[in-house]
């Protein structure tokens, strides 16, 4: 059965029995009513508020009491986005928690996990499972060449020469916009087997993005509320996760300090993703590192966006490398990241680009990840998918399909 990257699986209902009788009684797994509340992150107040009932009411169905319908639970298996079926199963099905969460030490209180990034999550997983099946139909194994072979000692440079090589564009230069690098590193993680996705409505507090390392076709997920520059930083952070072979939810933050193994694990992935975006041995030569003097004080926002466009990243990611260079001080790259606003530490003063209008088939495939789009159109091209299987897949309409793939062959990202 095909899922539904828009909800998670594709029901089976014929169109009629939409119109189902309010008062046909539904009998399901109260424990599962408890499951697919739970795993969408909704407590019972914020649950029974969304499906306009009382709270007591809800528990009592939760507790295997009469009164719920059959309309009433397909608005619940809309709401936790789990099939209807699922609500009968006799018992909960073994899923392993795949994002393990970390987060920064320094910032006040914890978040728990959202509804909408447990949505997200399961949304990404139901891609995946779409990639395998058409892997499967094709009797296609995954490249896997994502990995780094075991014995590789310099891991950052090797990742870096392969995602050069498999770049779907030339690499865009001091004149590339933010959206043209996005595509050129996202581009290469999905051409050596990466699902590469966009996030929606997670506040940038919460995640800047997820990984899901699950061979054989693991999962990148950045946060599509966040400027360009810091979702490309996301996506080789991810990476490195990849690399490392875990799975993590993370909001980029460093603290090298702490003895948590998952802190130390953070600040190293940071330093892959810096290592492959801005090569040490190269940045060295450059007249920023060159001319500096040791520990510098002062480094002029213009400066660091200028030597940020250079590379594709953050004028952030440039202090950052300064600091690792002794060019800046750490006591100035803390000050000046606090004191900065978002567009200080992220824009690289290259973000203009035409209004597209408010294209929203742009934004869908931006969202489904543009390698995934692709892949999909593909097996229905090949005769691997029907146009209903591959409408379920895309969650679009048939006609949409050509426009999307249309919309995945161009670097153009947002």
């Known amino acids: 059965m095909p899922l539904d990257p828009g909800g998670y699986v594709v029901s089976d209902r014929p169109p009629q029995e939409a119109t189902l009788s309010r008062s046909i009684p539904a009998h399901p797994n109260p424990d599962m009513l408890v499951w697919a509340r739970e795993t969408a992150r909704l407590s019972v107040e914020s649950a029974a508020q969304r499906l306009h009932v009382g709270a007591a009411e809800l528990e009592a169905w939760e507790h295997g009491q009469a009164g719920l319908t059959v309309a009433k639970l397909q608005n619940m298996a809309d709401l936790y986005r789990r099939p209807l079926a699922a609500f009968f199963l006799s018992e909960r099905p073994d ?3 795949r994002v393990r969460d970390f987060r920064r030490p320094w910032r006040a209180g914890q978040y728990p996990e959202s509804p909408n990034l447990a949505a997200e999550i399961r949304r990404a997983e139901a891609q995946r499972e779409n990639v395998l099946e058409i892997l499967d139909l094709r009797d296609e194994a995954p490249s896997g060449m994502w990995r780094t072979p075991a014995a590789e000692h310099d891991m950052e440079s090797y990742a870096r020469v392969m995602l050069d090589e498999h770049a779907l564009v030339k690499r865009p230069g001091p004149s590339g916009k933010p959206t043209d690098w996005f595509f050129y590193w996202s581009s290469a993680l999905e051409e050596v087997g990466v699902l590469v996705v966009t996030a929606t409505r997670v506040p940038s507090a919460e995640a800047d993005g997820f990984s899901i390392a699950f061979d054989p076709v693991p999962v990148i997920a950045v946060n599509g509320g966040t400027h360009f520059n810091r979702r490309i930083f996301t996506l080789l952070h991810e990476y490195a996760h990849l690399l490392a072979n875990t799975s993590a939810l993370c909001d980029l933050h460093e603290d090298s300090r702490t003895p948590r193994d998952v802190d130390r694990l953070e600040v190293e992935c940071n330093r892959i993703a810096a290592e492959i975006l801005v090569p040490s041995a190269k940045f060295a030569t450059r007249p920023i590192v060159t001319q500096a003097s040791k520990n510098q004080e002062n480094w002029p926002l213009a400066t660091l966006r200028e030597e940020a466009r250079v590379w594709g990243v953050s004028p952030e990611v440039i202090l950052r490398k300064l600091v690792t260079h002794q060019r800046a001080s750490k006591s100035f790259y803390d000050a000046w990241r606090d004191a900065r606003s978002e567009d200080d530490r992220y824009s690289s003063g290259s973000d203009a680009r035409a209004n597209g209008g408010g294209d929203g088939l742009r934004t869908k495939v931006r969202n489904l990840g543009k ?30 399909i050509p426009k999307m793939l249309a919309r995945a062959r161009v670097p153009e990202v947002d």
């Not at 390698?371 to 006609?399: C, F, H, I, P």
């Open 95 to 97: 899923v392993p928690e």
């Open 371 to 400: 390698g995934y789009v692709r892949s999909v159109v593909g097996a229905l091209s090949e005769g691997y998918l029907t146009t209903y299987e591959t409408s379920n897949m895309l969650n679009a309409k048939v006609d949409q």
